[in-house]
Each structure stands twice: as structure tokens, then as C-alpha cells.
T-cell receptor, first 113, second 115 residues
């Protein structure tokens, strides 16, 4: 049982480049989330998916897109990376909604030059 | 919109001493409260949560927290800390938002346990 896995672990991009962060969970959870973590700001929700086939914006969705490919996988895409998107990105999942315990992946550290 | 305030960004404490990490929230509606811990270079993991019932909640690794509705607080405590408790701790609050709920994290408290 791997829990929540994320790839890649590290990435360096140039401004304007695009990339997709991958996330998968093997706990049969319905809900999945993408957060970014910046120093002194805690975690901020980018997008979430309450169930397969649905996605909703969180607190800071601008500059990102998501795809809930199936129940297991939830990807985050940066179409044109900006230095302000330098951050640590965490994927999480939960059985149902935000009242439930969330299980986090190990994170992706992204640097945009 | 609700907010979560973790009053101390850094808390140094000696090994075997007690510790309290403070969390206050602003919401007048039904809240669910969480404490998560993040060890270096890892994701977050749940320490404990309050959904309803007893206001004193016990979690993993000897931590506990008390929900105080009148003071809108959910402080985290441990009577005797270990070196291994060195980590960043996040308080989070979940409130109703339409048909779903919204979760907001505090900015975190770095607990450093000194030998």
C-alpha cells in the first residue's frame, strides 16, 4: 500500500515552460486535492476533485489546470510557468470530503527561473 | 471566510519539557478542527481531529488538543516532548461552504526540541 505518490520529486523550469505534476492514490479514496506550500503561508488549496469526473477551484487556481483521469489519478498542469509558481506542491486524498482525514504525498519541489 | 491563526511561528523547547502550540480560528458556524504534523522533506500527516463530542481530543505520539468554543481556540499540547517531535505543526479548520466544506490551514508553527 503506497498511499499517495507524486512525480516528479524535483523540477526546475524556465519561465514559460509547461509541465504536469502527477499524483496517484491506492486507497480507493473519492476525493483528491492539490495544494501549494509557501514559507509562512501554510498550505493553500489550488484545485480539488470531490469524485471521479468532477473538479473545482480552490483558493489559488490561477495559472493551473487539473485532470481527474480516473479514481486513482489527479494531475496538475502548469501551462506557462511563472517564477511566482515556485513552491512545494502536495497532493492529498480523502475518503470523502474535507471533514475527513487527508493523506498527503511527499511533495514536488518546483523552481521556476 | 474563516481564518486560522497560529500565534507562534517558532517554538523552541527543551527535551522532556511540556509544550503548547496555539491555534485560534474565526468562524461562527459549525467547525471541524485538525492538527497535522510535517517532518522535514515529507508530506503532512494527521495528529488529531475534532468533529464533535468530547472537547478534549487525544492523538498520536502523546499529543492532545482541547476545543474551546467560547475562545475559538484549539491548542495542541504534549506533557513531555522528545527530540523526534521536532517538526512543523499545522492547524486547520473546516467549515460548511455550500453543499461541501472548505478547509483552511494556518501558517504553521515550527517546534524545535533542544537536547
Amino acid at each position: 500500500n503506497a498511499g499517495v505518490t507524486q512525480t516528479p520529486k524535483f523540477q526546475v523550469l524556465k519561465t514559460g515552460q509547461s509541465m504536469t505534476l502527477q499524483c496517484a492514490q491506492d486507497m480507493n479514496h473519492n476525493s483528491m486535492y492539490w495544494y501549494r506550500q509557501d514559507p509562512g503561508m501554510g498550505l493553500r488549496l489550488i484545485y480539488y476533485s470531490a469524485s471521479e469526473g468532477t473538479t473545482d477551484k480552490g483558493e489559488v487556481p490561477n495559472g493551473y489546470n487539473v485532470s481527474r483521469l480516473n479514481k486513482r489519478e489527479f494531475s496538475l498542469r502548469l501551462e506557462s510557468a511563472a517564477p511566482s509558481q515556485t513552491s512545494v506542491y502536495f497532493c492529498a486524498s480523502s475518503w470523502r470530503g474535507l471533514e475527513e482525514t487527508q493523506y498527503f504525498g511527499p511533495g514536488t519541489r518546483l523552481l521556476v527561473l | 471566510a474563516q481564518s486560522v491563526t497560529q500565534l507562534d511561528s517558532q517554538v523552541p523547547v527543551f527535551e522532556e519539557a511540556p509544550v503548547e502550540l496555539r491555534c485560534n480560528y474565526s468562524s461562527s458556524v459549525s467547525v471541524y478542527l485538525f492538527w497535522y504534523v510535517q517532518y522535514p522533506n515529507q508530506g503532512l500527516q494527521l495528529l488529531l481531529k475534532y468533529l464533535s463530542g468530547s472537547t478534549l481530543v487525544k492523538g498520536i505520539n502523546g499529543f492532545e488538543a482541547e476545543f474551546n468554543k467560547s475562545q475559538t481556540s484549539f491548542h495542541l499540547r504534549k506533557p513531555s516532548v522528545h527530540i523526534s517531535d521536532t517538526a512543523e505543526y499545522f492547524c486547520a479548520v473546516s467549515v460548511p461552504s455550500g453543499s461541501a466544506r472548505q478547509l483552511t490551514f494556518g501558517s504553521g508553527t515550527q517546534l524545535t526540541v533542544l537536547p
